[in-house]
């Protein structure tokens, strides 16, 4: 028997407009569109708030946004912030991109032999516990001021927050479903690959982000052994001679710098987990 003809023209209605916000997939562009005037009003907002603390707080040194963004035409135009910024994004990579590599198969190893847990996991929340900036002096030690130390610091960051999030999502994949692989008679290399690696992707884009925004946050310690250029040591140079403007350009850039590369990170993780169902 066919459905009544009204209730028929009633489901032909039900557009993508009609369907609840939750209901929309986090990759939807609708979603994202809906966003922008946020996004917008909180950008205008902030900027606006700067702009009264710095011109009515009553402290002489407190750069107002025209000052700031005088500074940056300036630096572009004489490629002082260019200079400095590009340094600073190869060490980030460079650091970014060790760590990484070598977070993965370390979290990948800890969380599926225990043997590799009870080597790795001692050192690993040691060395969490442990900010950057005090190992500087050893690394000056053992590495000298060079590229070298000023990448290992990055590296080390990034790391310690990429490992602990690839282990978690080993540890976290259903046991009923590795259970359930065994019975039909797989291996363990298949069980890992088919199973445990796809499950533990959206974790391992979590600690890529995470260790992306360590390893901006490291940039400035790692560049005050002895760089010549960079943005960590462009603002420590302004500190000394009082250029709060100068300041605040290099903590914009790095956190512009910051935020692009983790919205790239973020589309990656949208194309290679679209199964994973969220709000």
């Not at 929309?24 to 966003?35: D, E, K, N, V, W």
């Not at 002096?137 to 790391?159: D, N, Y």
């Not at 690839?166 to 479903?177: A, E, H, I, S, Y």
Request: net charge positive.
């Amino acid at each position: 028997m066919s459905a009544p003809e009204g209730d028929a023209n009633r489901d032909s209605e039900v557009t993508a407009d009609s369907v609840p916000e939750q209901a929309l997939t986090r990759g939807s562009p609708r979603r994202a569109r809906s966003l922008i005037p946020l996004y917008v009003a909180t950008l205008i907002g902030g900027v606006a708030l700067w702009w009264l603390a710095a011109k009515y707080g009553g402290n002489a040194l407190a750069p107002t946004p025209q000052q700031v963004a005088a500074s940056f035409a300036d630096g572009i135009k004489k490629g002082w912030l260019i200079a400095n910024t590009l340094p600073s994004i190869g060490r980030v990579l460079a650091g970014f991109a060790l760590g990484v590599a070598l977070a993965i198969p370390a979290g990948f190893l800890m969380g599926w032999y225990r043997w590799a847990q009870g080597v790795l996991e001692p050192w690993v929340q040691f060395f969490r516990t442990v900010p950057p900036l005090a190992l500087i002096p050893l690394v000056i030690v053992f590495l000298g001021i060079g590229e070298s130390a000023k990448v290992f610091v990055i590296f080390l960051a990034a790391f310690l927050s990429c490992v602990i999030a690839v282990f978690q999502g080993v540890k976290n994949v259903d046991v009923t479903l590795i259970n359930a692989a065994r019975v039909l008679g797989a291996k363990d290399g298949t069980i890992f690959g088919r199973i445990v690696i796809p499950a533990s992707t959206p974790f391992m884009f979590v600690g890529m982000r995470v260790a992306l925004g360590s390893s901006w946050a490291t940039l400035v310690a790692s560049e005050l052994l002895g760089a010549p250029t960079g943005l960590g040591q462009m603002m420590s140079t302004a500190q000394q001679f009082l250029q709060t403007d100068r300041i605040v350009v290099g903590i914009i850039m790095i956190g512009v710098l910051g935020f692009i590369m983790d919205r790239l990170l973020l589309f990656a993780e949208r194309r290679l987990t679209s199964w994973q169902e969220t709000r």
